[in-house]
């Protein structure tokens, strides 16, 4: 049994940080930050596995990091350089045997956060 709650969200304006927090209990093997904006599919922006090996999504790259205490207790996601259409409600998942590397497919994630809002203003 994995549980995980977001932290960190809020209101930004555009160029500005924000940093997402997401707490674990159980034994993830892979951990993932997805979002969801406004009529808008749910898309994994950033994923991490038990090695360290991280992979991003092509509108985060470069601006979203995404990283994890040494006690994998605790996943975080820095967001820099904040744009509107990062807006949306953002998910902490984990999986827990579908994958052992990290992934942006979300059908790999069988846990789930409560999500956390995000919002960018111009």
């Known amino acids: 049994q994995v549980r995980l709650r977001e932290s960190g969200g809020g209101s930004v304006q555009a160029g500005g940080s924000l940093r997402l927090s997401c707490s674990v209990s159980g034994y993830p093997i892979c951990m993932a930050w997805l979002r969801q904006g406004p009529g808008n599919e749910r898309e994994a922006v950033a994923a991490?596995?038990?090695?360290?090996?991280?992979v991003y999504a092509d509108s985060v790259k470069g601006r979203f990091t995404i990283s994890q205490d040494n006690a994998k207790k605790n996943l975080y996601l820095h967001m820099n350089s904040l744009k509107p259409e990062d807006t949306a409600m953002y998910y902490c998942a984990a999986a827990t045997g579908a994958t052992w590397r990290a992934t942006l497919n979300s059908n790999a994630y069988n846990y789930w956060g409560q999500g956390i809002q995000v919002t960018v203003s111009s």
């Open positions: 991490i596995d038990s090695d360290g090996s991280t």
